[in-house]
C-alpha cells in the first residue's frame, strides 16, 4: 500500500469510525459467503468430491461470520442495511455458477477470494496497532480465504467454461459489493 492510504485519503473513515467500516463490510462478506456456497450447496448437494468441499469451505465461512456477529454489538457497530439484497444475490451466484457444473462453482470461489484476500489485506494495512486483536482475526481469516481459493484452483476451476469472463463479472460484483457494504 503506498504512503498515502497509509496515512489515510481524504474522507476516508480513521480511528473507531474505520472500525465500524471494517466490521460492517467483513460481516456483509461473510454473510454473503455462506449464502453463495448454500446456492451451491443446493444445487449440487452434499456428496462426492465438490459438495463435501464446498460444504467444509462454508462451514469456515459461518465460522467467521458468527466472529463478526459477535464483534458488531461488542463494538457497537452496525451491519449494512443492504444485507437483504446479499441473502437474495449471494444465494442466486451460487446457484447460478453450480448450475454452470461445478468447475464453474470453483472459479466462483476462485474469483471472490482474490477479492477478499486484497481487501483483508488493505484492512489490516489500515487499522492501526492498537487493533491488533482484531489484524490477528482478519489475517486467519485471510489465510483460510487464501486456502479456499487453492482448494477451487485444484478442483480445475480454470477449466469452467468461459473462465475469464465469469471470474472479471464476479470480481466486479464483489468489489462493487464491498464497497457498497462499507459505506450503507
Partial sequence: MDDARKMGLPGEPAGERLVDRVLRVDHAG??????????????LGRKGPAGETIAHMAEQERRHLGA???????????????QPIWHVAGFALGAATALLGEKAAMACTVAVEEVIDAHYRDQIEALPEEEADLKATLEEFRREEVEHRDTALAHDALAAPGYELLSGAIKAGSRLAIWLSSRI
Fill in 30 to 43: 461473510e454473510y454473503g459467503a455462506v449464502r453463495i456456497y448454500e446456492g451451491q450447496l443446493a444445487v
Fill in 68 to 82: 463478526f456477529e459477535r464483534l458488531l454489538p461488542e463494538r457497537h457497530a452496525r451491519p449494512t442495511v443492504l
